[in-house]
């Protein structure tokens, strides 16, 4: 058993933090939410009254928090210092890079092992411990980080040193944003020239068009049966969700000075169906505004 402090007990956090209670951990949990804390004490986890308690005699501290502002100052002024600096800390909130180093700096300076472990996969995933981490660590601290997370894992991987988790992140979901965006286009083009979905779907699955977003999730109702399209595209990968990852590309790139013209357009698009209403609802609802469902 391990004391595990939790901080951030939101749609992620919540159910990534009842699975490490299930699996015999002394789970204490930390959120600025009363009524996500009680739901992490139903699941079976300790309330601490602040970070800095809950962090005070932990092994192993997880965040699971908005954006890099949050998970700047929950490190800078409640964890580090507070938590025992034997305590192996991981970020799995999804931030930019920046924030990822800079916060990897101040852990590593005050004595802590860190790592940036950002997910993918939804609120399902979260609840079933079927989560995928991308990690950036030092690669010496990686079989310990990648032991802690296996009860809310699928499959955890190394992407290299701090800041690479979250790289890795960005910049698959930016795939993700584009291929679904393509995939959208064409479903509304093969229904122009009169070619049904699912022949264009049996069809294109096989073919060279074939790619995740499509095949294990396609945005036409009635062809995949879990994907979100069949749920009236509730559940899954917000459009919000979606357009936060796809800036956070878009930023990084103009730092780097990587060109990402199909990434921007789809930060674009997706900002767009955003404004549109599509912002609670799955990502792949966006065939929507392709189809001419949704007026600008
Ligand atoms: P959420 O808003 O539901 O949860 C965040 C929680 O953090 C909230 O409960 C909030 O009260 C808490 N919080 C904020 N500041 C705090 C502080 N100073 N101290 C303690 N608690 C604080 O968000 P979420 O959907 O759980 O997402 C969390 C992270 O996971 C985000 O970075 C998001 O991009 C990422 N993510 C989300 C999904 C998804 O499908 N929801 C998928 C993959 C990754």
């Not at 402090?5 to 749609?11: D, E, K, P, R, V």
């Not at 015999?24 to 992490?40: I, Y």
Request: some cysteine; aromatic content about 6%.
């Amino acid at each position: 058993m391990t004391r595990i402090a939790f901080i951030g007990l939101g749609n992620m956090g919540g159910g990534m933090a009842a699975n490490q209670a299930r699996a015999g951990h002394e789970v204490v949990a930390f959120d600025l939410s009363a009524a996500a804390l009680e739901r992490a004490v139903a699941a079976g986890c300790r309330a601490a009254g602040s970070v800095i308690e809950a962090v005070a005699e932990a092994e192993v501290v997880i965040t699971m928090l908005p954006a890099g502002p949050h998970v700047r100052d929950v490190y800078g002024a409640q964890i580090l210092g507070h938590a025992p600096t034997t305590a192996l800390l991981i970020d799995c909130s999804t931030i930019d890079v920046e924030s990822a180093r800079a916060v990897a700096l101040l852990a590593r300076s005050a004595g802590y092992r860190f790592a940036d472990a950002p997910v993918s996969g939804g609120t399902a995933a979260a609840e079933a411990g079927t989560l995928a981490f991308m990690v950036g660590c030092d690669e010496a601290d990686f079989a310990d980080i990648e032991s802690a997370l296996v009860p809310m894992s699928r499959v955890t991987i190394r992407a290299g040193d701090h800041g690479a988790g979250q790289a890795a992140k960005i910049c698959n979901n930016m795939v993700l944003g584009i291929t679904m965006i393509g995939v959208c286009e064409a479903f509304a083009l093969a229904e122009k020239l009169g070619l049904e979905a699912d022949r264009f779907f049996d069809i294109a699955s096989r073919s060279s068009g074939q790619c995740w977003s499509l095949s294990n999730y396609s945005p036409w109702p009635g062809q995949v049966p879990t994907a979100p399209s069949n749920r009236n595209y509730e559940g899954g990968f917000a459009t919000a969700m979606m357009l936060k990852d796809l800036k956070l590309a878009q930023e990084a790139a103009a730092k780097s000075g990587a060109a990402t013209p199909m990434g921007a357009q789809a930060e674009g698009l997706y900002a767009l169906f955003d404004q549109l209403g599509g912002r609670g609802q799955d990502f792949s609802a966006i065939l929507k505004m392709f189809r001419g469902e949704l007026a600008p």
